[in-house]
Antibody
Framework: QVQLQESGPGLVKPSQTLSLTCTVS??????????WSWLRQPAGKGLEWIGR???????NYNPSLKSRVTISVDTSKNQFSLNLSSVTAADTAVYYC?????????????????????WGKGTTVTVSS | DIQMTQSPSSLSASVGDRVTITCRAS??????LHWYQQRPGKAPKLLIYAASSLQSGVPSRFSGSGSGTDFTLTISSLQPEDFATYYCQQSYSTPRTFGQGTKVEIK
């Protein structure tokens, strides 16, 4: 059974860097059939995709956050991490890590469906002095 | 970015009702559309992937349809545990984007 667990400080001061780690169990972060993603959800609001990383280290980021985001992977610890710099109160949210798994192929294309099939429980991060 | 728009934003329904939620993409996303359920204080849970495929372990009262820009999530007979918020999400391109959510409440 695959499980993801977020960890990190629950309180970060404005202008500082938010750092979170997601520990993966039951699957190898070196798998070539999935991406490892970060998302967030402000209280009472919808889901925002932050970005993802592949085992090779290749990343994709949300352009709205790209200048402040770094996602990295540590295969020796089966973990991946999120750094978000220069935080403000607008970055206060529940942060989730998720596995974006490769599903069936799309008929006639050679491409695959990818969807977030396993999520961590989420961790609340508050930005406040 | 591909914009995802859900309707309605909220609805009230009774146990046993048939419920339909729609999701519209700002451009064609073929069938790269997935549905999630989120109960209060919990992480989202994958219900439907590739527009119409039921995720393992999800009750068969959930179904999805559509392709291109218009999609539907249907709950055939609403159960007490189905009162939650539902999100659609596209994986046609990055950044991945979600609908704003549809909250299903008890009538």
């Amino acid at each position: 059974q695959v499980q993801l667990q977020e960890s990190g400080p629950g309180l970060v001061k404005p202008s500082q860097t938010l750092s979170l780690t997601c520990t993966v169990s039951g699957d190898s972060i070196s798998s070539d059939s999935c991406y490892w993603s970060w998302l967030r959800q402000p209280a009472g609001k919808g889901l925002e995709w932050i970005g993802r990383i592949y085992t090779s280290g290749s990343t994709n980021y949300n352009p709205s956050l790209k200048s402040r985001v770094t996602i990295s992977v540590d295969t020796s610890k089966n973990q991946f991490s999120l750094n978000l710099s220069s935080v403000t109160a607008a970055d206060t949210a529940v942060y989730y890590c998720a596995r974006e798994a490769r599903g069936p192929s799309v008929a006639g294309t050679g491409y695959f469906y990818y969807y977030m099939d396993v999520w961590g429980k989420g961790t609340t991060v508050t930005v406040s002095s | 970015d591909i914009q995802m728009t859900q309707s309605p934003s909220s609805l009230s329904a009774s146990v046993g009702d048939r419920v339909t939620i729609t999701c519209r993409a700002s451009q064609s996303i073929r069938s790269y559309l997935h549905w999630y359920q989120q109960r209060p204080g919990k992480a989202p849970k994958l219900l439907i992937y590739a527009a119409s495929s039921l995720q393992s372990g999800v009750p068969s009262r959930f179904s999805g349809s559509g392709s291109g820009t218009d999609f539907t999530l249907t709950i055939s007979s609403l159960q007490p545990e189905d009162f939650a918020t539902y999100y659609c999400q596209q994986s046609y391109s990055t950044p991945r984007t979600f609908g704003q959510g549809t909250k299903v409440e008890i009538k």
